[in-house]
């Protein structure tokens, strides 16, 4: 959730939401791999989440639990070293300054019939395709 922002645009409030939201869980993650390095005395680089524990990559071992890690980082910091920056609450923020604006690719047809005496239409077909990139809620795609 932002505390402030533009607005939504249409559809391009999943590109900046999602790329704002995208750069903050990398940034927290990196986070909570440096931690878990600091409280387990492991390499950041051999560590790695899954499953709500972070694993070390060259032992297959869990090392610690995501829960712990959310403990030692706001209740016992006191057990860190003491020049540790424990941070666990990121902000990110995205502008592709380098695009004007954002827009969705697509095309859309109609297959019409025309009396040309009562200038009556009938639509006899009607097609819209859009590039939908990855879908987000594929309940709303049809």
Not at 78 to 103: C, G, H, I, R
Request: hydrophobic residues 45%.
């Amino acid at each position: 959730m932002s505390p402030y922002g533009s607005g939504a645009w249409a559809s391009r409030g999943t590109v900046t939401g999602g790329e704002a939201a995208l750069r903050a869980a990398t940034m927290l993650k990196e986070n909570i791999l440096a931690l878990a390095s600091a409280i387990t005395q492991t390499p950041a680089d051999v560590l790695k989440i899954i499953n709500g524990e972070v694993i070390n990559t060259r032992t297959r071992q869990g090392v610690i639990s995501l829960a712990d890690i959310g403990r030692v980082g706001h209740f016992r910091q006191d057990t860190l070293p003491p020049d540790f920056d424990v941070q666990l609450s990121v902000t990110a923020s995205f502008v592709a300054n380098d695009k004007l604006y954002y827009m969705a690719n697509g095309a859309q047809a109609s297959y019409v019939e025309v009396d040309c005496e009562t200038g009556f239409l009938t639509m006899l077909g009607q097609w819209a395709v859009d590039d939908c990139g990855r879908i987000i809620n594929p309940l709303l795609v049809g």
